[in-house]
């Protein structure tokens, strides 16, 4: 079997549920390929959508929260005829149906929801005939993942079925298999090998602050409080992502008890090593964490599908929740209330085993031995710009279709 993932470089979390998948692909034998959805748009496009949901992200969190909310609120309206987001991923679709006809896929599985809109494009004109799955990252059905057909439609829990329905996805597609997560992430918890792992003190409460692969929040000022609050003994440590500016500034104040790390592929072995994450609620960081079983203090920062996130881990005892000017009180509190997060854990195993990537690459195959249709009985790729030409598209922004 050989699966296309496609994913969307608009930080780093859709690009490790990518790695998930590879992984477990990889465990049943398929092969995959992971490629980015945008680059078949163009390099150019790929390169200005990650650089500007960057900036949007790390510099402008309320501009960003207020795109998604206008898109949440207009989601399903329809859009004015020749909306230039309709145009760029129409140039997409023809580009993938080519790639698709040439490489001979077995399925395709979008974790981003741009390319799956692509994928929607081709299948609504008989463009893509194998199976199509998309994976949601977010806690929520966010706005225009409804206008999406695939197969197979993941979704995070049970309990967002009827979320997912109402917004346009066939019940008879939904698997509430979970977030994907690398398989170590699902690994024991060692916090004494993790904290000599990473040079780290044997002794004392560890507070580990993530702030996003892309890295983002007030946590130059945040590192400054908990440094004069700290107990003695008790540390924090503040994973910046590819903030270097974040980094300089924490490791300019040269603080006693907080220590900022660049970007790292070790995030794992600091959440073994942590008594306590503080967090923006991103939806695939929150469900590592919570495969860890890490407890969690999530404070939203950014806003969007992540003010989402962050009340269903909170309702379902998962996580704690706090306001973005609290942080560090919060995070104090918690810490010396063991009994809470010994809870917070036991309320966390029972809900997350880690292995919803297996699950996931089981039914993508088994829908591959039920229906497996060979490309060459696809219309060919010159018929089908015309056939794109009449195709809308409900996208209505261009912030709209590039949030994380």
């Given at each position: 079997?050989?699966?296309?993932?496609?994913?969307?470089?608009?930080?780093?979390?859709?690009?490790?549920?990518?790695?998930?998948?590879?992984?477990?692909?990889?465990?049943?034998?398929?092969?995959?390929?992971?490629?980015?959805?945008?680059?078949?748009?163009?390099?150019?496009?790929?390169?200005?959508?990650?650089?500007?949901?960057?900036?949007?992200?790390?510099?402008?969190?309320?501009?960003?929260?207020?795109?998604?909310?206008?898109?949440?609120?207009?989601?399903?309206?329809?859009?004015?005829?020749?909306?230039?987001?309709?145009?760029?991923?129409?140039?997409?679709?023809?580009?993938?149906?080519?790639?698709?006809?040439?490489?001979?896929?077995?399925?395709?599985?979008?974790?981003?929801?741009?390319?799956?809109?692509?994928?929607?494009?081709?299948?609504?004109?008989?463009?893509?005939?194998?199976?199509?799955?998309?994976?949601?990252?977010?806690?929520?059905?966010?706005?225009?993942?409804?206008?999406?057909?695939?197969?197979?439609?993941?979704?995070?829990?049970?309990?967002?079925?009827?979320?997912?329905?109402?917004?346009?996805?066939?019940?008879?597609?939904?698997?509430?298999?979970?977030?994907?997560?690398?398989?170590?992430?699902?690994?024991?918890?060692?916090?004494?090998?993790?904290?000599?792992?990473?040079?780290?003190?044997?002794?004392?409460?560890?507070?580990?602050?993530?702030?996003?692969?892309?890295?983002?929040?007030?946590?130059?000022?945040?590192?400054?409080?908990?440094?004069?609050?700290?107990?003695?003994?008790?540390?924090?440590?503040?994973?910046?992502?590819?903030?270097?500016?974040?980094?300089?500034?924490?490791?300019?104040?040269?603080?006693?008890?907080?220590?900022?790390?660049?970007?790292?592929?070790?995030?794992?072995?600091?959440?073994?090593?942590?008594?306590?994450?503080?967090?923006?609620?991103?939806?695939?960081?929150?469900?590592?964490?919570?495969?860890?079983?890490?407890?969690?203090?999530?404070?939203?920062?950014?806003?969007?599908?992540?003010?989402?996130?962050?009340?269903?881990?909170?309702?379902?005892?998962?996580?704690?929740?706090?306001?973005?000017?609290?942080?560090?009180?919060?995070?104090?509190?918690?810490?010396?209330?063991?009994?809470?997060?010994?809870?917070?854990?036991?309320?966390?195993?029972?809900?997350?085993?880690?292995?919803?990537?297996?699950?996931?690459?089981?039914?993508v195959l088994s829908r591959c031995g039920k229906a497996r249709v060979?490309?060459?009985?696809?219309?060919?790729?010159?018929?089908?710009?015309?056939?794109?030409?009449?195709?809308?598209?409900?996208?209505?922004?261009?912030?709209?279709?590039?949030?994380?």
């Amino acid at each position: 079997m050989n699966i296309l993932i496609l994913t969307c470089n608009t930080g780093g979390g859709h690009n490790a549920v990518a790695a998930a998948l590879t992984e477990a692909f990889r465990q049943r034998g398929a092969d995959s390929r992971v490629l980015d959805g945008l680059s078949f748009v163009s390099r150019k496009a790929s390169k200005f959508v990650s650089r500007w949901h960057t900036r949007f992200y790390r510099h402008y969190p309320q501009l960003y929260k207020a795109g998604y909310m206008s898109a949440e609120e207009e989601d399903g309206r329809p859009a004015p005829r020749h909306n230039p987001v309709e145009t760029y991923l129409s140039r997409g679709a023809r580009r993938l149906a080519r790639y698709l006809q040439a490489e001979r896929f077995d399925a395709v599985v979008c974790v981003h929801v741009i390319p799956a809109l692509m994928m929607t494009m081709l299948r609504q004109n008989g463009g893509a005939p194998m199976p199509f799955c998309f994976v949601a990252t977010d806690y929520t059905c966010s706005p225009t993942v409804g206008s999406c057909t695939p197969d197979i439609c993941v979704i995070p829990h049970a309990e967002l079925a009827e979320e997912f329905i109402h917004c346009g996805i066939a019940a008879d597609t939904l698997l509430p298999a979970g977030i994907p997560t690398r398989s170590v992430f699902a690994a024991p918890t060692d916090r004494a090998a993790a904290r000599q792992a990473l040079s780290l003190p044997a002794e004392g409460r560890h507070i580990l602050l993530m702030s996003g692969s892309i890295g983002c929040g007030p946590m130059s000022a945040l590192a400054r409080q908990l440094d004069e609050l700290l107990p003695e003994g008790d540390f924090a440590t503040v994973l910046c992502g590819s903030n270097r500016q974040m980094l300089y500034a924490i490791q300019m104040r040269s603080l006693l008890r907080v220590q900022a790390v660049g970007f790292t592929s070790r995030v794992a072995q600091y959440m073994d090593s942590a008594d306590l994450l503080v967090s923006k609620p991103g939806g695939i960081s929150i469900t590592e964490a919570a495969c860890k079983g890490v407890p969690m203090l999530l404070a939203d920062l950014v806003g969007g599908c992540e003010t989402r996130n962050q009340a269903f881990f909170s309702a379902h005892g998962w996580a704690a929740s706090c306001d973005t000017d609290a942080i560090a009180d919060s995070a104090l509190s918690l810490l010396a209330d063991d009994d809470r997060r010994r809870r917070m854990v036991e309320t966390q195993r029972r809900s997350f085993d880690g292995q919803a990537a297996q699950r996931i690459a089981d039914a993508v195959l088994s829908r591959c031995g039920k229906a497996r249709v060979l490309l060459h009985t696809q219309a060919p790729a010159a018929e089908l710009p015309a056939l794109l030409r009449s195709l809308y598209n409900p996208s209505l922004a261009f912030l709209r279709i590039c949030r994380i």
